[in-house]
T-cell receptor, first 112, second 113 residues
Framework: EAQVTQNPRYLITVTGKKLTVTCSQN?????MSWYRQDPGLGLRQIYY???????DKGDVPEGYKVSRKEKRNFPLILESPSPNQTSLYFC???????????FGPGTRLTVL | AQSVTQLGSHVSVSEGALVLLRCNYS??????LFWYVQYPNQGLQLLLK??????LVKGINGFEAEFKKSETSFHLTKPSAHMSDAAEYFC???????????FGAGTRLAVHP
């Protein structure tokens, strides 16, 4: 089954404790993105990747890092999480730049 | 700058009534436009998309949307609401060849008996 998977689905952590949210897709897509969803703001792009080893900032990249060492994986790294990063995070992938993006199930992160 | 505005953060309709969710966009280049639906505790699922072909786009679950360039709108409609349509709906724009969707704030649709 074609899908985007994320882990963990739920995470509660404390300020400053490094964490990684994994994202994997099995559709051989070139493009992958991370978004955060906050009430009243919709989804905003954090980072995106056009291919292996090629990444670029989205609209809200501060406090986040990404890497794309393999085509299927695109982890999101929070080196020193803060409470304002409490949010619902989605990973998405698409075959080409403006194609339909396929979303993962989301990761709900709470930073205390 | 590109933007998407969804008019009405909450819309409530009766089962069997017309559903109309409004979306206006701003883009300096021809956009691709999308409607996504999010059911509780789930990810986003594509309802339909406009990619400069037909201006009336039909999607899944009986939804459709009409692209009106003169009004910079892409409103989502469904003739008869069903209880299972209760969800949050997002309008999104993609343009300029970048892998970025610009989302509206979302509209939560409630369907009551």
């Amino acid at each position: 089954e074609a899908q985007v998977t994320q882990n963990p689905r739920y995470l509660i952590t404390v300020t400053g404790k490094k964490l990684t949210v994994t994202c994997s897709q099995n559709m051989n897509h070139e493009y992958m993105s991370w978004y955060r969803q906050d009430p009243g703001l919709g989804l905003r792009q954090i980072y995106y990747s056009m291919n292996v080893e090629v990444t670029d900032k989205g609209d809200v990249p501060e406090g986040y890092k990404v890497s794309r060492k393999e085509k299927r994986n695109f982890p999101l790294i929070l080196e020193s999480p803060s409470p304002n990063q409490t949010s619902l995070y989605f990973c998405a992938s698409s075959l080409r730049a403006q194609d339909t993006q396929y979303f993962g199930p989301g990761t709900r992160l709470t930073v205390l | 700058a590109q933007s998407v505005t969804q008019l009405g953060s909450h819309v409530s309709v009766s089962e069997g009534a017309l559903v109309l969710l409004r979306c206006n966009y701003s883009s300096s280049v021809p956009p691709y436009l999308f409607w996504y639906v999010q059911y509780p505790n789930q990810g986003l699922q594509l309802l339909l998309k406009y990619t400069s072909a037909a201006t009336l786009v039909k999607g899944i679950n009986g939804f459709e949307a009409e692209f009106k360039k003169s009004e910079t709108s892409f409103h989502l409609t469904k003739p008869s609401a069903h209880m299972s349509d209760a969800a949050e709906y997002f309008c999104a724009l993609s343009s300029g060849g970048y892998n970025k969707l610009i989302f509206g704030a979302g509209t939560r649709l409630a369907v009551h008996p």
